[in-house]
């Protein structure tokens, strides 16, 4: 079964510092990769996705992740934090094949942003 | 273009009692999915209707179930609640263009079961 780890469930950084949120998955096939922002009280909102045209995906808010297939790895990054970034961050892949819509998560990490 | 809406947005039930969530996909949109946000558990996939038949089953209980109707909006309802189902009932909905797509989330129902 396909799994998602995301390294650390809370990460604080200071404004304008860089953001780099971790996620590694399982899997023995290629996957579909998604990074999903969910602010307080409300829904999900997708950031980017990676779905194989390209390893760097650039996503919205000034966020970007790199696909490593070598380490199995879709970590988030942002050059400069600003305030408004502070939310919980979800990444999520997804396996073709399945024939269905079916997101495996992480398990969250929590971004606290220090004016 | 509206987005994902969902009623009601809280609610409070007891143990034992039944509860009917609705969900309204983006116009257009066929698919329809369901997850569960808990604290301790994360986001955990229910199921999932595309043109009224369910295509996936998340490892639930059998009082979860759910419908879509032909407007593709979706109802999903828990029977005899338990304490551990409050959570946040997050629905979806997606365009159809295969395991690439992106879903677009509402707001999501939370649910008190006292």
């Known amino acids: 079964a396909q799994s998602v780890t995301q390294l650390g469930s809370h990460v604080s950084v200071s404004e304008g510092a860089l953001v780099l949120l971790r996620c590694n998955y399982s899997s023995s096939v290629p996957p579909y990769l998604f990074w999903y922002v969910q602010y307080p009280n409300q829904g999900l909102q997708l950031l980017l996705k990676?779905?194989?045209?390209?390893?760097l995906v650039k996503g919205i808010n000034g966020f970007e992740a790199e696909f490593k297939k070598s380490e199995t790895s879709f970590h988030l990054t942002k050059p400069s934090a600003h305030m408004s970034d502070a939310a919980e961050y979800f990444c999520a892949v997804s396996y073709s094949g399945a024939g269905s819509y079916q997101l495996t998560f992480g398990k969250g990490t929590k971004l606290s942003v220090i004016p | 273009k509206a987005g994902v809406t969902q009623t009601p947005r809280y609610l409070i039930k007891t143990r034992g009692q039944q509860v009917t969530l609705s969900c309204s996909p983006i116009s257009g949109h066929r698919s329809v999915s369901w997850y569960q946000q808990t604290p301790g558990q994360g986001l955990q996939f229910l199921f999932e209707?595309?043109?009224?038949?369910?295509?996936n089953k998340g490892n639930f209980p059998g009082r979860f179930s759910g419908r879509q109707f032909s407007n593709s909006r979706s109802e999903m309802n828990v029977s005899t609640l338990e304490l551990g189902d409050s959570a946040l009932y997050l629905c979806a909905s997606s365009g159809g263009q295969g395991m690439t797509g992106e879903l677009f989330f509402g707001e999501g129902s939370r649910l008190t079961v006292l």
């Open positions: 990676y779905t194989s045209a390209a390893t």
């Open positions: 209707y595309f043109s009224e038949t369910q295509r």
